[in-house]
């Protein structure tokens, strides 16, 4: 599949934590860098997302916000 979106990370997912309706997806993208998703548990379910499995970062950087 192609996407028009070129932030593009593969990694491993290290923890899936489900919440009532969203779930928290860690992806570790490789030196020392963690990408964090919030997507629906139902997304988790259907792409049957685990810890250990293999899974790509998509960012569509559209919005970011960053603070300090």
Known sequence: MKLSARNQF??????????????????????????????????????GLAAGDDAVAIIKASDVLVAK
């Open 10 to 47: 593969k990694g491993k997912v290290i923890d899936v934590t489900k919440g009532q309706t969203t779930a928290h997806v860690r992806i570790d993208i490789g030196g020392g860098v963690v990408v964090t998703a919030s997507v629906t548990n139902e997304a988790v379910d259907d792409l």
